[in-house]
């Protein structure tokens, strides 16, 4: 079993509808979470960033982290064909001392305009 | 604008022939990783330094090293690539006192 699961997709929405992205993962000692977007060949950028649960909002998106459920979400208002991309959460423990990051795969996510 | 570059975007080397792949960093971060990432695949972390410290991945081929001369480069060598290491290579960075890592556009790597 995976650390994190992420389903691949590929997801393919309207322009303007509400878009959620969502991630389990299994180590409780996840601290620190994540979201990545990443277009056709480039490098991730980082879009959200929470530590421990709660809700963050920036604009058009909002990161939910449940660390009870394990369940972490990324939620697109109002998506454009521009935030068509890869979407990949990450996430991070200290316990270790260790500073890597661990990936969902991605999901790949389509805005039709 | 502060940022992570790696050069060159795009590189084609021949089975078993040695190739090198840049990094530099203009945000000061203590923190350089690589990462390999193969098509519909989550990066995978090969190695990191923190300041001068040296972290290889277990899982690591002895195929792929790394050198960091300072703060700002760090460099991935692949010794002999084979066809299975064609991929996006990608560079990060962090202050490591938080996670918060910031990637460079990465490297697409062609073996021929």
């Known amino acids: 079993q995976k650390e994190v699961e992420q389903d691949p997709g590929p997801l393919s929405v309207p322009e303007g509808a509400i878009v959620s992205l969502n991630c389990t993962y299994s180590?409780?000692?996840?601290?620190?979470f994540m979201w990545y977007r990443q277009y056709s060949r480039k490098g991730p950028e980082l879009l959200m960033y929470t530590y421990s649960s709660g809700n963050k909002e920036d604009g058009r998106f909002t990161a939910q982290v449940d660390k009870s459920s394990k369940y972490i979400s990324l939620f697109i208002r109002d998506s454009q064909p521009s935030d068509s991309a890869t979407y990949l959460c990450a996430m991070s423990r200290m316990d270790t001392g260790r500073r890597a990051l661990t990936f969902g795969s991605g999901t790949r996510l389509q805005v039709q305009p | 604008d502060a940022m992570v570059i790696q050069n060159p975007r795009y590189q084609v080397t021949q089975f078993g022939k040695p190739v090198t792949l840049s990094c530099s960093q203009t945000l000061n971060h203590n923190v350089m990783y690589w990462y390999q990432q193969k098509s519909s695949q989550a990066p995978k972390l090969l190695f990191h330094y923190y300041d001068k410290d040296f972290n290889n991945e277990a899982d690591t081929p002895d195929n792929f090293q790394s050198r960091r001369p300072n703060t700002s480069f760090c460099f991935l060598d692949i010794r002999s690539p084979g066809l299975g290491d064609a991929a996006m290579y990608l560079c990060?960075?962090?202050?490591?006192?938080?996670?918060?890592?910031?990637f460079g556009p990465g490297t697409r790597l062609l073996v021929l």
């Open positions: 990060a960075t962090s202050t490591g006192l938080q996670e918060t890592q910031y």
């Open positions: 180590n409780s000692a996840f601290q620190y």
